[in-house]
């Protein structure tokens, strides 16, 4: 079955948009930032950037709550990440024992098995539907970012997952070229500290990260500290305000 690389969702007649990324199986986090903080209204449209998965406590139980919430009718659109594609390129390398032990030691994904240590139809076919990027006609929303350096920017579907940074020889005016209008860019994928996203937001940025690395939280690595990391964000598209939800779930 062929899935859409691409969606194209206009902005909704009544409700809010917002985007959250890297959830990395946070439930409860999620659970708390949608329910709490957001308030998620059955007319709101919700954006999720990828990074379901791997990690935390529940990469399950984040897929389901996605799904749930669509099956109840809530306009919720699930990009791809680095982190569903690696878990489909894990299901076509390995079979039998050996994708067991990759998902519960260096994944420790358990709860995507069934009894029988096999990966449930439910999450494969989940991860095997999720498009590379969004266009809200204001907006494009992807999970790692565009390579505005490559020819095909829009076709580059690798640097949509992995990408870490901009070229930096990449004007403004080019890049306001390159986004065909007033284009904004959300990401995720690369952990930013809560100021540096804050300000982004504020100043309406052509590009906006969104990744505080929830699941980082309480630790400090590299130039971070447990101050910098640790929540869940969501941006508001149409204020450009973000709200923020410390971690709530336990990570080891």
């Avoid at 580059?156 to 901009?166: G, K």
């Avoid at 869940?232 to 990570?251: G, M, Y």
């Amino acid at each position: 079955m062929e899935y859409q690389k691409k969606l194209t969702i206009p902005a909704p007649p009544y409700g809010r948009r917002f985007a959250i990324t890297d959830i990395h199986g946070c439930l409860k986090t999620l659970e708390a930032l949608v329910w709490e903080q957001i308030q998620l209204q059955p007319e709101d449209q919700l954006f999720l950037l990828g990074d379901y998965i791997d990690r935390g406590p529940s990469s399950g139980g984040v897929i389901d709550f996605i799904l749930q919430l669509q099956e109840k009718g809530y306009p919720v659109y699930a990009l791809r990440g680095n982190h569903e594609q690696m878990l489909l390129d894990d299901y076509q390398q390995y079979n039998g024992e050996k994708f067991k032990v990759v998902m519960t030691k260096f994944k420790k994904t358990p709860d995507l098995l069934n009894e029988f240590g096999e990966l449930r139809i439910r999450y494969l076919e989940f991860c095997r539907s999720l498009p590379y990027y969004i266009d809200t006609g204001d907006f494009y929303l992807v999970h790692a970012g565009f390579d505005f350096a490559h020819e095909t920017p829009f076709e580059d579907w690798v640097s949509m997952l992995w990408m870490r940074h901009q070229p930096a020889h990449v004007s403004q005016l080019r890049l306001l070229e390159l986004l065909g209008g007033p284009r904004r860019v959300v990401h995720g994928h690369t952990p930013k500290a809560i100021h540096e996203i804050l300000q982004k937001a504020k100043n309406k940025a052509l590009i906006i990260p969104l990744d505080n690395g929830c699941v980082f939280g309480g630790v400090a690595r590299g130039k971070f500290t447990a101050n910098d990391l640790g929540r869940l964000c969501a941006f508001n598209l149409d204020t450009f305000e973000v709200l923020t939800q410390d971690r709530v779930d336990e990570v080891s």
